[in-house]
């Protein structure tokens, strides 16, 4: 279930902008400023709400598979790395 989203307008450095563009992506910006913010100015979740939160994620299948390819890649090059 989607949350109704309120249209909030911000003012960022053209630099700033450019970087959320780039790392973050176009059309998901505003989930991420979202995300970023939301435990400095919320209450934590409940153990019950954290669990149905985490389960709703795992039923994302996609978003799911990207985190063990991300999860695997990032694996991988910490033992490649040598001191």
Do not use: C
């Amino acid at each position: 279930m989607r949350k109704k989203m309120k249209k909030l307008t911000i003012t960022v450095t053209p630099e700033v902008y450019r970087g959320l563009r780039k790392k973050i992506g176009p059309g998901k910006i505003s989930s991420f400023i979202d995300r970023l913010a939301r435990p400095h100015v919320l209450p934590p979740l409940s153990p019950a709400a954290l669990e149905a939160a985490y389960r709703e994620m795992a039923a994302d299948e996609l978003a799911e598979a990207e985190a063990n390819e991300w999860a695997d890649g990032t694996a991988g090059s910490a033992l490649d790395q040598s001191d």
